[in-house]
């Protein structure tokens, strides 16, 4: 009897911890994504900021005669720390788009399906998704996960990043220096490539990857 329950028990749990991502509906980021987002996202800010043409004043001193020194805005270290400040954030303006396998189910804006299932609420049909309508549009396990994952990443590669902007920013795109050449040095790097089918790379949506 006793061995009858261990065996019992043994099954039970080989199949509540061999549970993939996949069996919980769920599809979390790997490395590559997620430095491939990050690399987007940072590099998109930088050109925001960038527009600038304004002269900054650094140091400081106690009389105010001594002459501060002036750096241009687009080349200072104020103009990366702002551009970083939050960058992770951004993630979470970005949606599943689970009729999509490769990394391009990451990106911004409603996917078709839940497109597909608003419209069929605005005509009236009770959708039943198992969580409460007002919650379709929260930000997904995957995609907080992902914010996650973008934080620890930056923790680690800041200085890499800093080298870039600094030197190497203009010549080298970050999903390159960043992604490439460190981050994915041993590993697959096969998400960087990835865009939308029929997309060209000078033809590609700002909300998509």
Not at 74 to 91: P, T
Not at 93 to 116: C, L, P, V, W
């Amino acid at each position: 009897m006793f061995l009858h329950k261990l065996i019992i028990f043994l099954l039970i749990c080989k199949y509540t911890y061999s549970k993939t991502e996949e069996d919980e509906g769920v599809k979390y980021a790997n490395r590559c994504e997620v430095c491939k987002i990050l690399a987007v996202e940072l590099e998109g800010r930088l050109a925001e900021t960038g527009k600038s043409h304004d002269v900054i004043e650094l140091g400081y001193s106690v009389d105010d005669v001594k002459p501060k020194k002036k750096t241009v805005y687009k080349k200072s270290e104020l103009r990366l720390v702002e551009s970083l400040e939050g960058i992770c954030d951004r993630i979470l303006e970005y949606n599943i788009h689970k009729e999509r396998e490769d990394s391009t189910r990451f990106a911004k804006g409603m996917s078709q399906t839940f497109k597909t299932l608003h419209g069929l609420v605005d005509k009236g049909v009770k959708v039943e998704l198992g969580i409460p309508y007002e919650l379709w549009d929260n930000p997904s396990a995957e995609i907080t996960n992902m914010k996650t994952q973008c934080e620890s990443l930056l923790e680690l590669y800041e200085a890499d990043i800093e080298y870039w902007y600094f030197n190497h920013q203009g010549d080298i795109q970050l999903k390159q220096y960043l992604c490439a050449d460190r981050v994915l040095k041993k590993g697959d790097k096969k998400c960087l490539d990835e865009q939308l089918k029929g997309e060209t790379s000078s033809k590609k949506s700002k909300n998509e990857l």
